[in-house]
């Protein structure tokens, strides 16, 4: 039995008109009524935040923006911030997802900034880490994900810590249909665990949610949350369909709602 709840985050991407998305929520919500064992968050482009605001009045379901600029305000053209994210009610936003590493060039030393202005407005971060295909197979896994989280980390409170999301995402499983083993995604995450120990204490290791994500998808899902150091999924393709989404939740709260 798990002491964290575990959290279950739709991620779209660029996808999704602001009718499209208010159809899918239309159609969600009443899949998921009711399953409150697994937080569910939905992550849309900044486009479909406010629309999906007025939808999810009165559901258990949570808004996720999919990045954030690290000031408040200024002169940072073509950004948005946390102070802004969290006026349209947003709980979560994604930072450094590797997509923002590889494509826009993010470095740890902005996505640390990032998550810093997160916190600063009780905006809970959902933070990406994962090695590239390449890295996996010269054996440096280990010193990547160790690499990446002290430098994301740095200087942030144990108690902001403790509320954070890690999302463990092998760059080499995202958008490939290739998933990593239940095991493999059990030890990277594992690790991160044992790290966040170290670098803080155990008690805040204990509290921090570590997803794994990379094509997850309803088949999958049910062996990746049996493994004791998952505590949710991060998922891209397989969460544009309400139908699949709903049903990846399901099975990743597990019970008597598993088919
Ligand atoms: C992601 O976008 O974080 C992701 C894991 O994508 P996919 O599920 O499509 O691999």
Known sequence: MKMRK???VANWKMHKLVAEARDYVRRFRPLV???DRVEIVLAPPF???APLAEELKGSQIKLAAQDTWHEAQGAYTGEVSALMLRELGCRYVIIGHSERREHCKESDELI???LKGAFAYDLIPILCVGER???RQAGKTVAVL???LRADLAGLAKGDVARLVIAY???WAIGTGETASPEDANEGAKFIRALVADLYDEATA???RIQYGGSVRPENIAALMAQEEIDGALVGGASLDPVVFAEIVRRAQGGEEER
Do not use: C, D, M, R
Request: aromatic fraction near 0%.
């Open 6 to 8: 575990p959290i279950v």
């Open 33 to 35: 009524e009711g399953l």
């Open 47 to 49: 486009t479909a935040l």
């Open 112 to 114: 640390n900034l990032k």
């Open 133 to 135: 295909l390449e890295e």
């Open 146 to 148: 160790e690499g990446q």
């Open 169 to 171: 995402e092998p760059v």
């Open 206 to 208: 204990q509290s921090v």
